[in-house]
């Protein structure tokens, strides 16, 4: 499902609570400060995220150079960490437990090296960047933007990590099943990999993971003639997708089973797992991780996997008019001088990706990048936690480069023969329900033909929300001829939390 159904109509509840004007700087480090927090409670509807980036979340300086900025307070007592509190303007983090959401390795003996997951108290928020915290008894700095609140709310026992009760309550109406089934290139790339395989599928045990009003399944039934297809749904729409079956006269072969995959119980496995499971940016959602659990159970030695590949693209891209419209606009409304708001409209418009983005191809600046390539046969659950690509870009022509937009695109490998069928959401492809996904940049960067735009994008799923992730991106600019870059930068987006 896009972006534009799960999470995506964000809102920034608040301001940043310093004055730190937006916009990066050239940094001697790819390590990134930065900093996002998030709270909130999901929408139901829209299933939206709503969060709180306190700050901006794209470095602007270097680590080392925020830490000379630091009071000493690595020989404070802890006791007295309350009155350090007092003085500072962070009155949001308040002493509490937080976790780490990301790997951070120490640059300096005053910080604490911690991984994923694990669990600190916060004791002095000291800057907007950096905060003291205590783990296992050792004390020293963290990038705030690696800390995560355990909330009194996430400690108690009800509150779901994966919001099954929000997620599946978004799918138990027509409305985003009208959106997937309208997708013609979603759609009809299904129908014609079933079409294409038909005579391979004949006697086939199918199970169609998240089958939605069945529609995946009833292209088995009608196109193949497998033995039985498993339709299987955890929503209340399955109520609806028993219905349809029956009305259709499918009974005899489409099975609907009314459950969460992760707790199927069949009879015997399965020959082939279709699903479509991808969501912005590919994984968000996470409903890939269902699809490799019942892979790992259910699926015979040897079965199929459709799609049985996934790709992440990436391109660096002019968004002339997105930033036009969101920061630009400032400088001069009704010929007043607005400037002042600027850092306020970065943070509020450009902090998260844009997900209903539509790239037109005349916008990349240099031929799109495959950022990571997921094989669905051999990909393992635990890697879905950090998942990470490197890129070049070669400029082709002079123009802003204003950020990168990503798409994705799935392939499904031919049983009887080594053609493939796509799914390219790309924008050389028609548009999908999908669309593409804007990561902006702070401040545009001027870039010439000839350029190289180098760096790294990885991809952090978030410890506690287990359905959301968080996007850091790294990039240097260089120049044709020479061998430094002239602009450094890393920025991290939640999706959504
Ligand atoms: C597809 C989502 C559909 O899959 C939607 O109807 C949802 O209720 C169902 N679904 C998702 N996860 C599961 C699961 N673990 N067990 C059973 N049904 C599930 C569109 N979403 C994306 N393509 N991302």
Request: with cysteine; charged share 25%.
């Amino acid at each position: 499902m896009a972006g534009e159904i799960f999470g995506c109509r964000m809102k920034n509840t608040s301001a940043s609570p310093t004055d730190k004007t937006a916009g990066q700087r050239v940094v001697d480090s790819l390590e990134c400060p930065a900093k996002q927090t998030v709270s909130g409670e999901m929408k139901s509807d829209l299933w939206q995220a709503e969060h709180e980036n306190q700050d901006d979340n794209q470095c602007e300086y270097s680590p080392g150079e925020s830490y000379e900025q630091l009071p000493d307070i690595a020989c404070l007592e802890i006791s007295s960490t309350m009155d350090c509190m007092a003085q500072y303007p962070y009155e949001d983090y308040t002493y509490g437990e937080f976790v780490i959401m990301s790997d951070f390795v120490a640059t300096e003996e005053t910080q604490l090296s911690l991984s994923c997951g694990d669990r600190v108290v916060l004791l002095c928020a000291v800057t907007s960047d950096w905060w003291w915290v205590e783990h296992n008894g050792n004390c020293g700095y963290v990038p705030a933007s690696h800390l995560h609140r355990v909330s009194d709310e996430e400690d108690t026992e009800d509150d779901d990590p994966w919001q099954d009760e929000e997620y599946y309550g978004s799918y138990k109406t027509l409305k985003l099943h009208l959106e997937m089934l309208s997708d013609q290139p979603r759609t009809q790339t299904y129908r014609n990999v079933i079409l294409q395989n038909s005579a391979a599928l004949k006697g086939k045990r199918i199970l169609d993971l998240g089958c939605g009003t069945g529609i995946i399944s009833f292209f088995c039934a009608q196109m193949a003639q497998p033995e039985v297809v498993y339709a299987v749904e955890a929503s209340d729409i399955a109520e609806q997708t028993s219905r349809l079956v029956k009305e259709n006269a499918f009974s005899g072969i489409i099975k609907v089973i009314r459950q969460k995959a992760e707790d199927l119980k069949l009879p015997s496995k399965v020959d082939v797992l279709v699903s479509e499971w991808m969501g912005t940016c590919l994984v968000f959602e996470f409903m890939l991780e269902s699809v490799l659990q019942v892979r790992d159970l259910w699926l015979e030695e040897g079965g199929i996997m459709w799609p049985s590949t996934a790709s992440i693209h990436m391109v660096p891209c002019s968004a002339e008019k997105e930033y036009a419209t969101k920061v630009l606009f400032w400088d001069s409304p009704y010929g007043l001088d607005f400037r002042m708001l600027k850092p306020m409209a970065v943070q509020e418009f450009l902090s998260k990706p844009s997900p209903d983005y539509v790239l037109n191809t005349d916008d990349c600046l240099s031929e799109p990048c495959v950022l990571m390539n997921l094989n669905m046969k051999t990909l393992k659950i635990e890697e879905l936690e950090k998942m990470s690509g490197p890129f070049t870009f070669h400029v082709k022509r002079d123009g802003m480069f204003h950020g990168f937009t990503t798409w994705f695109s799935v392939e499904f490998q031919n049983i009887d023969n080594k053609e493939h069928v796509e799914l390219n959401t790309g924008p050389f492809n028609p548009l999908t329900h999908w669309k593409h996904t804007l990561f902006m940049l702070d401040e545009p960067i001027q870039t010439h033909r000839g350029d190289r735009i180098e760096g790294s994008v990885i991809f952090h799923r978030n410890p506690f929300w287990r359905r959301h992730l968080s996007v850091t991106l790294n990039w240097s600019v260089t120049e044709e001829s020479a061998t430094t870059a002239h602009s450094v930068g890393c920025k991290v987006f939640p999706i959504w939390r």
